[in-house]
């Protein structure tokens, strides 16, 4: 199996900065696309960026020309930089990842894993 773990969040001033990684560890995995979603209390779990093992990425337009996504695929982590940030992106940020783990006989179907989540508060 894949397990991904998020460490950066915290609290931070409106106008600072934030660096949220989330590492994937198992036995045997191999890993396609990552991403982060946000949820704000009281809403819907949303999409801020993802990023291809290529090195594609995509960002949410609230999120576009403050937050930057990248890996490094030799540590198998993802991170978030997130810069100018506002109270609107208070919210639990979760890890996501897709991709297949080796059973021990075969590989097994690609699926989402997901960690358990970050807490990132901003003051304003």
């Known amino acids: 199996q894949v397990q991904l773990v998020e460490s950066g969040g915290g609290l931070v001033q409106a106008g600072g900065s934030l660096r949220l990684s989330c590492a994937a560890s198992?036995?045997?995995?191999?890993?396609?696309?990552m991403g982060w979603y946000r949820q704000a209390p009281g809403k819907q779990r949303e999409l801020v960026a993802s990023i291809t093992s290529g090195g594609s990425t995509n960002y949410a337009d609230s999120v576009k020309g403050r937050f930057t996504i990248s890996r490094d695929n030799a540590k198998n982590t993802v991170y978030l930089q997130m810069n100018s940030l506002n109270a609107e992106d208070t919210a639990v940020y979760y890890c996501?990842?897709?991709?297949?783990?080796?059973?021990?006989?075969?590989?097994?179907?690609?699926?989402?894993?997901w960690g358990q989540g970050t807490q990132v508060t901003v003051s304003s």
């Open positions: 996501n990842a897709y991709g297949k783990y080796y059973t021990g006989i075969r590989w097994s179907d690609t699926h989402d894993y």
């Open positions: 198992g036995n045997s995995f191999s890993i396609s696309n």
